[in-house]
């Protein structure tokens, strides 16, 4: 994309049209996706659908200063912390992160969980969800990503303990509603 166009589509697209990409019924069936998977799992799932980066980061891109896939990153580092998905009982909350006018996704886990698995074993999620997202089937590639993690998250932080018992340890801490930007 050349820079004019990445700069165009970062001033041009705000909240609203990122809640409008997906529309409240995918809305709601990733609200309860994430709320079915946290009943087989301790970990908490959030997502965040960002619209555009802000300038700064849009500038160092287009400047050359900085690759998409860092300032993608970065600002996927950035909103885990403002979203305080890092503040979970387990240490186990992750944030599923969308840039829509790059057309991005990235996952990242805390502590708890980033521990016992490996950054390495998202990837094909990652690109798989990053197919659907070029393709424009926003709520495909978050279903996947959502079944992903939980998957990840119900091995790790299984919702049972070792004798049957269900665990309630730091329920739901976190909105399952998706976050738009």
Known sequence: MNALTRLCRHLWLDADDARKTLGEAAITHLEQR???SENRHLGEICICVEASLPLADVWRIVLGAETVDSA???RALALFGELRVWDTELNNGVLIYVQLAEHRIEIVADRGLAAKTRCASWQ???DEAGEDFRARRYEAGLQRAVDAVGSAL???FPALSADGDV???GRDQLPNRPTFR
């Open 34 to 36: 994430i709320r079915d």
């Open 72 to 74: 993608v990153h970065q």
């Open 124 to 126: 094909t999620t990652l």
């Open 154 to 156: 119900e091995t790790c």
């Open 167 to 169: 665990r309630t340890d």
